[in-house]
Structures are given as structure tokens and as C-alpha cells.
């Protein structure tokens, strides 16, 4: 009280005599763990009404006329934090903040009418009014930043024998995480400055990377690594109804379920710069939800975005992920609807055991130079992402002319950092282990050696499986690729080998041709699949080889894209099957004749044409590699005719073929997602059963996604089929409402895979009563459909077991109880997912 009454008698005589004199704090309000800016934080005199809010950088600003011994600083999900200062001097204080873990389902909400649900169904009859898609069209200049940092560094980790080799740069680790704040350790930086492009009805965009400079500890200024690290990765709309993150669908706090996911609270209104706005605080109804808590602003003339503040934190069912949190300020176009001036993105990986390190990545993009509703012809959208040719182009003058914000000294000595630990012996080692483990290839100058997964593998009928693999990189040229691969057996004592050549005719319409031939030794299951990846051949050729054949294949490739999603490929392909002694295989020669040769080995020739239609797929050019990084929206739609031509090359056989395939991700919302594939074929010709389709079958306790997991192997033939295969994964639909069984973040899964097929008359003479090979050896057993009865099969599971396994039980629901075949199977795999 006394003390209280001394501090009133300064303020009187202070004013009364002139002596009072206005003096400014200033600072910058940081996060503890990750050192990231806090935005829209209070600063306040403690026991009064003088305060102000930090900025989008986490900046304040405070006027003081009056005496002041402290300032508090408070934000939701931060614990307060209260600093002296020294009285009627002007000074920059600084607070970092640390984490209040608040339980939200301990929350109530009293009965009656939340006074937030009003704000929320404004927002939602005026989002037409505000949502950037709304605009016919919009292009902006755009600064994206991302650095990548190691954390969580324990006493610990810092003394393994090869972190204590960097210690100079652990030493130098403080000044990056500032006076209380954990450490960290840099080992990424990019820059990058580009123009973004915004196209309505369709909906397409384009990015033209104008500027990069990029720092890494293992990774290079690459093709690759430029288109990446733009704005295009950088997209969240709050008021589409589901952001898409990491491929997951996060429930909005504005969308269309909102009353469904989220709980509110309205907490105050106040001005954010211009706007006066209502603040809204909101949490999942369920914590394991993919929902976010956080702060959001609403204009009161607008009910528009003004500033939002979202975070999803690890009690949500997402693996691998300590922390999701997206911080965007919004600026109104002349025109009306609202785009995210700047967004900040922080993305906290947990570490994988209690003795290793975690790891943060931190993304801020910035807009400039707002142009709307003039679009561009379709023509400009065909690349999604395109560089400038001086996109690499190193250039100090550059960057400090045209970043939208200058680098702070800790960023700049983050760049330092990175620069001096890709110096270190021990660092480089680790980097060429990273790169081995991603590409699976090992660089020496203009040859990468492998793929390592190509190079050594083990089964009954090879022994121990040798090999050594080679291919050039750009360095060696930017047009030709030159690959190659031999193995060696050292049971069945043969060589086997692959070799190819590829040419780039252009890049813009992304044409190749290539020539390639080999000589191996194929389980039967390889035979009927033309897009099994190289590593899934190579992990394929472990344990038994289920039915193998001696298999020689050329083929000559012509690849083209001439516009945006579509791409047609051209084929001439000649190939050899024979199987070995005991592989029981067989066909009539003569298939109308009762007394025909039984063969085991016949050779194909195939002029092959296949369209590929996939309206919004992006892609992103890695050197000499186009990599497909998927469809937002539309499916993708196969067409494939083969020709068979008999005497040419050695084919034994005149043929035709068409067949159509749909492939569609079905994002279903809090209900998740379904991977759906439609097909069909018709062979039109008359042909041994050996090149009839035979339906995928598994006869492994592995699961294979694109198999019948309860068929047998060449269990049914046709030259006509329809199939559908539909796999649901429910994420935590069901399992996060169990309360036991919410927190092992179990997910379950669901299959129904149906086909039905049918053989013609004059292919059926190859297939009825063909017993054996004409020598004593069993053919293999196989059948066709009955008439109007599909074979189907239903699975059910649960996935995300100790977050790396999933477990499956599936069941035939006709055909059953036939010989040698599961009617129930259990199926098991391993899968690494968020």
C-alpha cells in the first residue's frame, strides 16, 4: 500500500512540475523451443489498461508516459511472462515464451447460444465475398523462406563420438537460440523469390521461379530442390471446407462442418491495424481429431479473416509430427475477396527415441505487387512450376534489393553455421550416407553407382544374388542417361543383366526415347505387372521365388507430354518366357488339336500405345528424372492397345488387346480417405491361356496393394474382365471416439476387391483337361469365372500399429472351398506413414 501510494505521489509531481517523459520498449516476443516469432501477443503494464499486440514478426511497440517497473507479455497456449524494466528510459526487451500444455476437453461450454456460433455463420454467408477463390484470377510476387534446424539437442545426443567432432559449432549453437531458448542446430536455408499465378474456372496455377539461393548440409542448388521450395507447397485456403497437409485432411475451423469439429469461445473484439475485429478463440471437439486449436480474427464489417492462428498438436492421430502450426495475416483486394499477405508454417518432427534428436522446419512466405482478374491464356498455366534461366545465379545485390524482409543476424548466422558445418570431415560422411539412403545411389563424378537394393539378394533358386549397377548423372550429360546393372547366381551359376539408354528430345513438352534390354530370372507374379518400381523388384527377389521364368525383354520407348496432362507412350517390345524344370507351367501349341505339343516357353512381340490422361498432375524435373508428385483432384485415366505381331522378331503370336484403367483418391473428410481403381479389358483374338489376363493373385503373407489377396497364382484366365478394388483407410473416425483405444492412434482399414471375367469358346480349347507338360509335370492350376458370377473378397484391419505396421484379415465370398486355395487369410505389412 505504501509502496503503491509512493509510486502515485512520482506520477503527481511528475506531471504538475513538466517532469513527465514519454520513453518507448521495444522487442521481440520468440517461442522457446523453436525460436519462431509469436504474432498477435499481449505486452502489457501489469495493473492497468496500457498494452499493445505484436505484429505478424512477433515486433511490439510501447509508448509510455507515465512510470513503469514491468511489462507482462500473454498469449494463448504460452505461459505469461513478466520482465522489470528500467523506469522512464526507452530500452528493447526481449521475452521467448514457453508452452502451457492446457488439456481442451476439460473445457465447458455453459447452455444457451454460444455468442461465437453467430460470427461463424456470418463468416460462412459472406465467404464468397472473401475467399481468394472467388477471384477469377490473382498474381502476386511472392518471398519464401524455409530453414531447417535439429532439435531437442540433450546433454546426451551432444556427447555421441560423432557430434563431439562438431563441437566448435555446438559452442556457436547459442547465440542461434538466444538468451533462455533451447538449442539448435541449422542444416538447411533457402531463399527463393518467384511469381505465382492464380487462374479460376478450371482452377490453375503456375509458379516461375525467379531467385534462389539455397544452404544445406547434404543438399545442393539443385533443379529439384529449386521447384520446391517455392510459394506453389506453401497454399492454405481456411475456407475451403478441409486443408490437404502431408496428404491428410485437416477439418477447418470455418468450413462447412465447423459446428460438427470445433468448439469456440468469443473472447474479445479489438482493433488489428484498420480492422476492427472479433476475437475467436476454438479446440476440437476430440483431441485425436486432424482438427486445430488456436486464435483467429474476424472484421465486423466484413466477418472476413483478418489474422488466424492454428496449431495441431501431437495428442492429434498424426505419426512422426510434435507440432503443426500456421499463422497467416490477410490483406483485402480492390476487388474484395482476401489473400494471406504473409504465412508462416512451423512443423516440429518428433524424434524417433528418447536419445535422438528431433527435428524443425520453419516456412514464411510473404506477398507483393497484388495484381487480380487478369488472367491468362490456358497456354500459361501448362507447367505448374517453371525457372528463370538466372534462377541458380549467385548474387548478394540481388537479395538485398528485392527480399520482401531483410535477414535477421540470427538468420544470418544461420547461413554462416550451415556454410561451416559442411566443411567438416564428419558431416560430408554423413551427407553421403543420407544421399545413399535416398536415392539409392552412390555419386562418383559423373556415374552414380547402384541402386544398392539391385546389388545383393537371396532366394531358393539363385543362392546368394551378386550384382553392380551404374548409371550417368546430368554431370556426364543433360540429354543422355546411361544405365546399367549385372548379377550374378551363385546356386544357379548364370549372369543376369540390364542395360538402357535414354535420350531427353525436350524438356518443355518433356519427350524421351530410350533402348533398353535384359536378361533375367522373374518370379510369375512380375510377369503380369509392366509398373513395379525398381526397388520393389529388387526387395522381390528375397526368401522363395514363387513359379520362376528365364525372362529376356527389348524394348524401344518413345514418351511425350505435348500439353498439360496428358502423355502418350509408343512401344516396340519383344520378350522370351521359359520356365524352369519345376516350375509347372504349360500350354497347347495347337490349341484346337486333342493330341497338340504341350510347351513351357514362347516368345511375344508387341507394338504398344498407351495414353495417359491426369488433368492436374504436377510434376517437378530432377535432373534428368520427371517425378510425378500425384493429382489434386481429377483421377488419372490409362488406355493401352497392344498389337502382337507373329514372325516379327521371333513373336509367336498374332494379337490385340485394350485395356482402360481409373485410379482416384477419394478424400472423404473426417470419414478419411479411399483409394479407388476401375478397369477392364477385352483380348480380341485367339490366344494361349499363357497370354490371357490373369488376375494378380498373392500367395505371400505380405499384403500387395495391387494383388487379389486370397487368389492364387494364374487361379483364373480371361480375355475379357471388369474389376473394381476399393481400399478405405478411416483413419481415426472410429477408433478415436474408443477411449481405450484413442490413444494407441490405431487406424482401421477396409478392402472389397470384385472381378468378373470371362473366356470366349475358341480360348477355352488351350485350358480344358491340360493336366501336365506332356513330361510328367504338373501345369499350373487355373480356371476361368463362371457366368455371371464375379470373384470378390472383402478385408478388414487395422493399420498404424507401433505406427509402422498393419495387419489385415480377408475373406473370399465365393469361389470357396475349391482346392489348394484360402478362403480366410491373414496379411500383413509394413508401411511408413503419417
Not at 54 to 75: K, M, Q
Request: glycine share 6%; net charge neutral.
Amino acid at each position: 500500500m505504501i509502496q503503491r501510494s509512493a509510486l502515485l505521489l512520482v506520477v503527481f509531481f511528475s506531471s504538475y512540475f513538466g517532469f513527465s517523459q514519454k520513453h518507448v520498449i521495444s522487442g521481440k516476443i520468440i517461442e522457446t523451443v523453436s525460436g519462431s516469432p509469436v504474432p498477435f501477443a499481449t505486452v502489457a503494464v501489469p495493473g492497468t489498461t496500457i498494452g499493445t499486440t505484436t505484429n505478424f514478426d512477433g515486433i511490439y511497440r510501447l509508448e509510455l508516459n507515465a512510470p513503469a517497473d514491468s511489462l507482462i507479455v500473454s498469449y494463448v497456449g504460452f505461459k505469461p511472462k513478466t520482465k522489470l524494466i528500467r523506469t522512464g528510459q526507452s530500452q528493447t526487451l526481449n521475452f521467448q515464451l514457453d508452452e502451457d500444455i492446457v488439456s481442451l476437453e476439460s473445457v465447458v461450454v455453459l447452455a444457451g447460444e454460444n455468442p461465437a456460433f453467430e460470427v461463424l455463420r456470418r463468416i460462412r454467408d459472406n465467404k464468397m465475398q472473401n475467399d481468394k477463390n472467388a477471384l477469377e484470377a490473382y498474381q502476386y510476387e511472392a518471398y519464401t523462406k524455409l530453414e531447417v534446424d535439429v532439435n531437442h539437442l540433450t546433454e546426451k545426443f551432444r556427447s555421441r563420438k560423432v557430434i563431439t567432432q562438431i563441437q566448435s559449432v555446438l559452442d556457436s549453437i547459442e547465440q542461434i537460440a538466444g538468451e533462455d531458448g533451447l538449442p539448435i542446430l541449422p542444416i538447411f536455408m533457402s531463399e527463393a523469390i518467384s511469381n505465382f499465378y492464380f487462374k479460376n474456372n478450371p482452377q490453375k496455377t503456375h509458379e516461375e521461379m525467379v531467385r534462389t539461393k539455397i544452404s544445406g548440409v547434404g543438399v545442393t542448388d539443385g533443379t529439384t530442390t529449386t521447384q520446391v521450395i517455392g510459394s506453389s507447397f506453401q497454399q492454405y485456403n481456411f475456407y475451403s471446407n478441409w486443408l490437404n497437409i502431408f496428404d491428410k485432411n485437416f477439418a477447418s475451423p470455418v468450413g462447412a462442418g465447423w459446428r460438427i469439429n470445433y468448439d469456440y469461445e468469443l473472447v474479445d473484439s479489438l482493433f488489428v491495424g484498420e480492422d476492427y475485429c472479433y476475437r475467436l478463440d476454438f479446440w476440437p471437439r476430440r483431441t485425436q481429431d486432424l482438427a486445430f486449436h488456436g486464435t483467429m480474427w474476424i472484421t465486423r464489417d466484413e466477418f472476413a479473416l483478418r489474422q488466424i492462428d492454428a496449431s495441431v498438436e501431437k495428442s492429434a492421430n498424426l505419426n512422426f509430427i510434435e507440432k503443426l502450426k500456421i499463422q497467416q495475416e490477410y490483406i483485402k483486394t480492390s476487388v474484395g475477396p482476401w489473400l494471406p499477405e504473409k504465412t508462416r508454417v512451423l512443423v516440429d518432427v518428433a524424434e524417433l527415441t528418447k536419445e535422438s534428436a528431433g527435428m524443425l522446419a520453419k516456412f514464411y512466405v510473404s506477398i507483393a505487387d497484388v495484381v487480380v482478374n487478369q488472367p491468362r491464356l490456358d497456354q500459361f498455366y501448362e507447367s505448374p512450376i517453371s525457372s528463370n534461366l538466372n534462377v541458380r545465379k549467385k548474387d548478394d545485390t540481388y537479395w538485398a534489393e528485392n527480399r520482401h524482409d531483410p535477414l535477421s543476424q540470427t538468420e544470418l548466422n544461420v547461413f554462416h553455421m550451415i556454410d561451416t558445418l559442411k566443411t567438416i570431415p564428419t558431416i560430408k560422411n554423413f551427407t553421403k550416407a543420407f544421399k545413399i539412403m535416398q536415392s539409392g545411389h552412390y555419386r562418383v563424378g559423373k556415374i552414380d553407382i547402384g541402386p544398392y537394393w539391385g546389388m545383393f539378394a537371396q532366394n531358393d533358386v539363385e543362392g546368394y544374388r551378386i550384382g553392380l549397377g551404374a548409371q550417368t548423372n546430368f554431370l556426364f550429360s543433360k540429354k543422355w542417361t546411361l544405365s546399367g546393372l549385372v548379377n550374378y547366381g551363385t546356386q544357379d551359376e548364370a549372369w543376369k543383366y540390364r542395360g538402357k539408354a535414354e535420350l531427353i528430345l525436350s524438356r518443355k513438352h518433356w519427350t524421351t526415347m530410350s533402348l533398353e534390354h535384359s536378361k533375367d530370372l522373374d518370379p510369375i507374379w512380375f510377369l503380369n505387372e509392366d509398373d513395379l518400381s525398381t526397388a520393389y523388384v529388387g526387395f522381390g527377389r528375397w526368401g522363395r521365388l514363387v513359379s520362376p521364368f528365364k525372362h529376356k525383354e527389348t524394348t524401344l520407348k518413345f514418351t511425350t507430354s505435348p500439353f498439360r496432362g496428358f502423355t502418350q507412350t509408343i512401344k516396340l517390345k519383344s520378350q522370351s518366357f521359359k520356365a524352369l524344370a519345376d516350375t509347372p507351367f504349360g500350354y497347347k501349341l495347337e490349341p484346337e488339336s486333342t493330341s497338340s505339343t504341350i510347351s513351357s516357353s514362347y516368345s511375344t512381340t508387341e507394338i504398344v500405345l498407351e495414353s495417359r490422361i491426369a488433368k492436374d498432375e504436377i510434376f517437378i524435373i530432377d535432373d534428368n528424372q520427371r517425378l510425378s508428385l500425384g493429382t489434386i483432384k481429377w483421377p488419372v485415366i490409362k488406355v493401352k492397345y497392344t498389337l502382337g505381331l507373329k514372325n516379327v522378331l521371333a513373336g509367336d503370336f498374332d494379337y490385340q488387346k485394350l485395356e482402360l484403367g481409373i485410379q482416384k483418391k477419394l478424400k472423404m473428410g473426417v470419414l478419411g480417405y479411399s483409394n479407388v481403381d476401375v478397369g477392364g479389358g477385352y483380348i480380341f483374338s485367339q490366344v494361349p491361356y499363357p497370354l490371357l489376363k490373369v488376375q494378380a493373385g498373392n500367395e505371400l503373407p505380405v499384403y500387395i496393394d495391387f494383388a487379389y489377396n486370397l487368389l492364387n497364382y494364374f487361379e483364373f484366365s480371361s480375355d475379357q474382365y471388369v474389376e473394381i478394388r476399393y481400399r478405405h483407410h478411416f483413419e481415426g473416425f472410429i477408433l478415436n471416439r474408443i477411449p481405450l483405444m484413442k490413444k494407441l492412434k490405431w487406424r482401421l482399414i477396409g478392402n472389397v476387391n470384385m472381378i468378373q471375367g470371362g473366356v470366349r469358346q475358341e480360348n477355352r480349347e488351350d485350358i480344358n483337361e491340360l493336366t501336365d507338360d506332356g513330361f510328367g509335370n504338373q501345369v499350373l492350376p487355373f480356371s476361368t469365372f463362371n457366368k455371371g458370377i464375379p470373384y470378390v473378397e472383402v478385408g478388414y484391419g487395422v493399420e498404424n500399429i507401433f505406427k509402422i505396421f498393419r495387419i489385415s484379415a480377408f475373406h473370399r465370398l465365393n469361389y470357396t472351398g475349391r482346392p489348394n486355395t484360402n478362403d480366410f487369410g491373414l496379411k500383413f505389412g509394413f508401411q511408413w506413414i503419417l
